[in-house]
């Protein structure tokens, strides 16, 4: 409107004071205007579509904007959840790993942890190796195949109570491998004093009520093991046999090699020729020492003497040591100096066995009784009678009864053995004959071994 009106207005100025001339170019000039003004108008309306497509499309750009960022805020949120689950996981996995792969624990593991480490990871190894048979078809084992291990455990009975309570602990815990079996080998009541002293205040002495509760440790015992199988007393059968197998097991007394005793020693004695062709033996075999011609092998008769003395020992362990320390005594040097020292009716032999044997099966009351027989006279049981009676007016002595005093027992035990033997007439009967050999038995036992140094001030 505005263009318009100035158009109009030059126009009348323009007609005012131009000639005729300049009133056509004035007409022309206000036609162009108007052809301006339409343009201007045209372009003012497509100015005005282009707004409203651009409104619209802004709408709907701002539309599906807010749907596509709603849509990624339920995506950013799911994926924080799942990372922040699947973190805490590998938080705790790569925890759990470092803490198992770690030495720090190493020193506090103890003997149970690390067996049970170590076999848990062969047991695995091992039923790969079966698993990989299977697969592969293998039906017959082959000698490098193994389905199952056998642990024997021995001995146990001479180890600590710490000690047994570990290995015990170990055997419980291979019950959970199926790969495994163990045979245990040991004295039950030693294993029933070792978890009565490492555990004291669980089985406690049986007056309490925790330890009544609990039970006795040969109840948890039976827990352990499945199959308990006690074997029978040794025996005096089964301690002659072992006596029998001792002896004839050693080489000297074999077929092959020299038997019998000094009535086979002419027999058996080396040749001129072969002491000629050893003659220049080394100084080691120079240096022997001279045994008078006895050797470590046992006549016949010994050998039914140890046998019958073996009834005192307790133990197969206990009836081979008395075989050994009889060895060791009849080629020591007081023997040697006795040629009538394994005499089956008079030697002295006879004597060192029973006290031999004494010393190895009940070495307490053995004790008692070499203490007795170098301070009296008279026999030998009367030796064993005044030990006894000297035990009793001892403060260790339990007044409740053998049953409960541990010497009276044993002691009592050694006078029937004893009785036994002098009925037999295996023994002899007066102390005087045990007397010169109270101190050469005395040092084969921790228990004796200082008496024999009070023996040896005496004499």
Request: glycine letters at 8%; proline letters at 5%; one cysteine or more.
């Amino acid at each position: 409107m505005f263009v318009a009106l100035l158009v109009a207005w030059q126009g009348e100025l323009v007609f005012a004071w131009l000639p005729e001339r300049g009133a056509e170019i004035a007409r022309w000039v206000m036609a162009a205007g108007l052809g301006v003004l339409g343009a201007i108008k045209t372009t003012e309306g497509w100015l005005a579509g282009y707004r409203t497509w651009q409104a619209s499309v802004k709408k709907e750009a701002a539309t599906a904007l807010k749907q596509r960022v709603a849509s990624l805020r339920h995506e950013r949120d799911d994926a924080e959840r799942a990372y922040l689950e699947a973190d805490a996981t590998a938080r705790l996995a790569g925890f759990l790993d470092q803490q198992r792969d770690s030495a720090q624990y190493e020193s506090y593991r103890g003997a149970v942890g690390l067996v049970y480490r170590n076999l848990e990871v062969l047991a695995e190894k091992i039923a790969e190796d079966v698993r990989q048979r299977a697969r592969n078809g293998e039906e017959r084992r082959s000698a490098a195949s193994i389905d199952r291990i056998v642990l024997y455990v021995d001995d146990l009975d001479r180890c600590a109570p710490e000690r047994v309570v570990e290995v015990l602990h170990a055997v419980n815990l291979l019950q959970v491998l199926p790969l495994f079996v163990a045979v245990v080998g040991v004295d039950a009541q030693w294993l029933r004093r070792s978890l009565a002293f490492h555990d004291r205040a669980m089985f406690g002495d049986g007056s309490s009520v925790l330890g009544a509760r609990v039970g006795d440790p040969l109840d948890y015992l039976d827990k352990i093991f499945q199959i308990p199988y006690s074997l029978p007393p040794m025996g005096r059968k089964g301690a002659a046999r072992l006596v029998q197998a001792l002896v004839e097991g050693t080489p000297e007394n074999t077929a092959d090699g020299v038997t019998g005793g000094r009535e086979n020693a002419a027999e058996n004695a080396p040749s001129d020729d072969s002491v000629e062709r050893t003659s220049g033996a080394s100084d080691e075999e120079d240096n022997e020492p001279d045994l008078g011609g006895r050797s470590m092998r046992l006549v016949p008769s010994e050998e039914r003497l140890l046998a019958a003395v073996s009834a005192v020992v307790r133990t197969p362990r206990g009836v081979k040591k008395l075989v050994n320390l009889y060895r060791l005594v009849r080629v020591g040097p007081q023997a040697l100096a006795d040629p009538e020292f394994a005499d089956p009716w008079l030697g002295a032999g006879r004597a060192v066995a029973l006290l031999l044997a004494a010393v190895v099966g009940m070495p307490a009351a053995a004790t008692r009784l070499l203490a007795a027989l170098s301070s009296g006279q008279g026999t030998l049981p009367e030796a064993l009678a005044a030990a006894e009676a000297r035990h009793r007016s001892e403060d260790e002595h339990d007044l409740k009864g053998p049953e409960r005093c541990g010497p009276c027992a044993d002691l009592d035990r050694l006078g029937t053995e004893i009785e036994a033997l002098l009925r037999r007439n295996v023994v002899p009967r007066p102390a005087a004959d045990y007397r010169p050999w109270l101190g050469e038995v005395a040092r084969y036992s921790f228990h004796s071994a200082r008496l024999r140094d009070l023996l040896a001030d005496a004499s």
